[in-house]
């Protein structure tokens, strides 16, 4: 089936710094890419939609100064957190919609622990 | 609102037994639903998904799924449960090329 790969799997950072990670369809072309956040023992929650080519939308309550979103191809969407907090520190998931399947298929997650 | 909703946080079942995870949606139109599960320490994966003609979805590992509409429901269920079936549950709902809203999760212990 189709691969969604992200890059990191897992980051450390400090205090204040911005962490850039990255959602990669692998083989199939994503118009549409979606990130998650999600909680321990939660559920995923929706931060964003990114289509390729124009702005994300962001969910009620996301931050879209703190969290930016880029989709410049079909191919890859980068999440950045900047000046992160440790009540940053999450999973976050990216999924990639392919054209007209409505499908969604995950990325293994990025676990970021700001200290 | 749009929203998925999940009846039961935490299932604990016997090898063997019978499942069934609640799932309700509250979607006007069309609606894509799915169920994705999640092993521990592994991503989410699909089981299965609707989007139209048998209401009765048949998915990987012997799970299944009944769309009542009149019930804006989607159950899934599985008549006989493995231990390597422990994992948390997640249906997931949204209208066609929109976005896709998880509930907030079952997580199913089975007992060996």
């Known amino acids: 089936g189709a691969v969604v790969s992200q890059h990191p799997s897992w980051v450390i950072c400090k205090s204040g710094t911005s962490v850039k990670i990255e959602c990669r369809s692998l083989d199939f072309q994503a118009t549409t890419m979606f990130w998650y956040r999600q909680f321990p023992k939660q559920s995923l929650m929706l931060m964003a939609t990114?289509?390729?080519?124009?702005?994300?939308?962001?969910e009620q309550g996301v931050e879209k100064d703190k969290f930016l979103i880029n989709h410049a191809s079909l191919t890859l969407s980068t999440l950045t957190v900047t000046s992160a907090h440790p009540e940053d520190s999450s999973f976050y998931i990216c999924?990639?919609?392919?054209?007209?399947?409505?499908?969604?298929?995950f990325g293994e997650g990025s676990r970021l622990t700001v200290l | 609102a749009q929203s998925v909703s999940q009846h039961n946080h935490h299932v604990i079942l016997s090898e063997a037994a019978s499942l069934e995870l609640g799932c309700n949606y509250s979607y006007g139109g069309t609606v894509n639903l799915f169920w994705y599960v999640q092993y521990p320490g592994q991503h989410l994966q699909l089981l299965l998904k609707y989007f139209s003609g048998d209401p009765l979805v048949k998915g990987i590992k012997g799970f299944e799924a009944e769309f009542i509409k009149s019930k804006f429901s989607f159950n899934l269920r599985k008549p006989s449960v493995q231990w390597s079936d422990t994992a948390e549950y997640f249906c997931?709902?949204?209208?066609?090329?929109?976005?896709?809203?998880f509930g907030k999760g079952t997580r199913l212990h089975i007992l060996p």
């Open positions: 997931a709902g949204g209208n066609r090329d929109d976005k896709i809203i």
């Open positions: 999924s990639a919609s392919g054209r007209n399947t409505g499908e969604l298929f």
């Open positions: 990114s289509n390729e080519g124009s702005k994300a939308t962001y």
